[in-house]
């Protein structure tokens, strides 16, 4: 790789990551092409990106985006997204899926380091489109009620009659 590809590459990842939310490091020792492509097409479905990079240039990606730097060691794949929520499932269910092979190792939230655990809890956090689905659900419940009670009183109007 010449000097000026990866001067693209650091310039790409560190607007990349100035711009999104979460990012999150994982090993990916063992992972078949195949398997690996079944990560990049989970990632996609849900507008995550999802790159194999060189540990120094993420590292300067990193310094230059002006986020947290991880340690960086052996082998990375680095999700990252604008979606916080998103990016943690992504990297949360390819853990699930490929065990022992997918491994998540460090990550970033809003450009400052967070604990494995916070991310495996930000994973099992319902979606914004779910939060959403269930704000409605409560907000329509007083007349979904309303609804179904006058329907059983006409019920019992119409039994009492006939």
Same mark, same amino acid.
Do not use: H
């Given at each position: ?69 991880? !340690? /960086? ?5 680095? #999700? $990252?997204? =604008?979606?916080?929520? +998103?990016?943690?499932?992504?990297? *949360? ?36 489109? !779910? /939060? ?5 659900? #409560? $907000?329509? =419940?007083?007349?979904? +009620?309303?609804?179904?009670?006058? *329907? ?11």
């Amino acid at each position: 790789m010449t000097r000026t590809e990866k001067e693209a590459i650091v310039a790409k990842l560190s607007d990349d990551f100035k711009a999104s939310e979460a990012i999150i490091v994982c090993d990916y020792k063992g992972l078949t092409c195949q398997q690996l492509e079944e990560v990049r097409a989970l990632a996609l479905e849900n507008d995550v990106k999802v790159r194999v990079v060189k540990n120094t240039l993420a590292g300067i990606a990193m310094k230059n985006a002006e986020v947290d730097e991880l !340690e /960086l060691v052996d082998t990375n794949i680095f #999700v $990252w997204g =604008a979606d916080q929520i +998103n990016t943690c499932k992504v990297a *949360d269910k390819s853990a699930e899926k490929f065990k022992d092979k997918f491994v998540v190792k460090s990550g970033l939230l809003e450009g400052k380091q967070v604990s494995l655990d916070t991310i495996n809890a930000m994973a099992k956090l319902p979606s914004r489109d !779910e /939060l959403i689905g269930m704000l409605l659900s #409560v $907000w329509t =419940a007083p007349a979904r +009620n309303f609804v179904t009670g006058l *329907d059983n009183l006409r019920d019992k109007k119409e039994q009492e009659s006939a």
